[in-house]
């Protein structure tokens, strides 16, 4: 029973595989929710910042602040790509390289010389293998990332920008929308876009002045638009990893119940076999 | 009295949420304290000790902000530690 042995162990191989995929599943979706929570957790933040600058923000103040100079050509831009340091989540991170790979295409017809930064092993591998020359390479941001993390990945890029070294900086990561729905998206840190005020500007008593606290609040906006899309792009490699997975273990069990069929079909035909020999043999010796 | 509503926000989290009769906050110049019913106000912070409700609650903050308007207290400061 040559072919039953084989299909046995096929089938044994099978659901090893499911088991591992679906720990991974239950593991993606608890690191999910983690993770889900601390994009809930930023928000506050970002709207009381948002909320500041906007009631502060006129566009008289606009050219007093290097932050928010538009610079009329991008001559140079540097592009932050995030992407994960591990794999196994579908095409979590195909989708970010390419959208990266689309703006760097779009800067570079434009005129543009870009320079990528790059986060996450995966995206690292990629520039790597094509060749690519990548200004800055991080693989040490973990699946928690920090403020912290986030001003060392764009405060040098502003320092650079106040000087006038790059006219532009752009995040490439995932938005996410909901456990479904996060798709990759570009956005552009710098030149700051001013948040538009809504319910109108109040009558605020400023200290020291609306210029001095601009000064500070903008790059703390600056860092906080990198955070938020780190932490967003970790839920959404997370929920990823999730489907990925979950589909994984789906298809193992549809694999499994085709393998199991064949094998007692198999099983069948081989016992039904003997008995047509046993018979055959008997009928012959009553001669 | 109307009381306050604060909240302390770092961008990790929110540390701190509830209503006190008073907030004393190290602003950039020195210690500025907020009782209800400010009139609409915004300070950069310096380094120091944050009290909310007289002490009731404290945090070590750097830097940031503190935003005053229609008696809700907003402390938005990227260095924020329970003391």
Redesign the interface.
């Known amino acids: 029973m040559a072919k039953g042995r084989e299909l046995k162990g096929r089938i044994k191989s099978v659901e090893n595989t499911r088991k591992i995929t679906r720990t991974m599943e239950m593991v993606a979706t608890s690191k999910m929710k983690r993770a889900q929570d601390r994009v809930v957790a930023a928000r506050p933040y970002a709207r009381a910042l948002a909320d500041v600058i906007a009631s502060l923000y006129n566009p008289d103040l606009a050219e007093r602040f290097p932050l928010l100079r538009q610079p009329a050509k991008e001559g140079r831009a540097a592009v932050i790509l995030l992407t994960s340091n591990r794999g196994l989540a579908g095409a979590f991170n195909a989708n970010l390289i390419k959208e990266a790979r689309a703006l760097i295409a779009r800067l570079e017809a434009a005129g543009s010389e870009v320079e990528l930064h790059v986060v996450g092993k995966k995206g690292n591998g990629y520039f790597k293998y094509v060749g690519r020359a990548v200004a800055v390479s991080r693989i040490d941001i973990t699946d928690r990332p920090t403020a912290a993390d986030a001003a060392s990945l764009v405060d040098s890029l502003m320092a650079r920008f106040i000087a006038g070294g790059v006219d532009a900086v752009y995040v490439v990561g995932s938005r996410f929308n909901s456990a479904l729905s996060t798709p990759p998206t570009a956005d552009r840190v710098l030149p700051v876009q001013p948040p538009t005020a809504k319910g109108g500007q109040k009558d605020y008593l400023l200290y020291p002045s609306a210029e001095a606290i601009l000064t500070e609040l903008l790059p703390s906006y600056v860092r906080n638009a990198v955070y938020r899309a780190l932490v967003e792009t970790v839920a959404a490699e997370q929920s990823a990893r999730r489907t990925a997975m979950k589909n994984a273990t789906d298809n193992a069990g549809e694999m499994l119940n085709l393998l199991r069929r064949t094998y007692n079909r198999a099983r069948q035909a081989q016992i039904t076999q003997e008995i047509a020999e046993i018979v055959g043999g008997a009928s012959a010796l009553q001669g | 009295m109307a009381l306050l509503k604060v909240?302390v926000?770092?961008?990790?989290?929110?540390l701190f949420e509830g209503e006190a009769a008073s907030v004393t906050a190290p602003?950039?110049?020195g210690e500025?304290g907020i009782l209800p019913m400010h009139?609409?106000?915004?300070?950069?912070l310096g380094a120091g000790m944050l009290r909310i409700g007289g002490g009731a609650e404290r945090f070590n903050v750097q830097?940031?902000?503190l935003?005053v308007?229609d008696n809700v207290v907003?402390v938005?400061t990227?260095q924020a530690s329970r003391a």
């Open positions: 909240s926000i770092s961008p990790e989290a929110t602003a950039f110049d500025v009139a609409p106000m915004v300070t950069t830097g940031g902000f935003q308007v907003r938005v990227e």
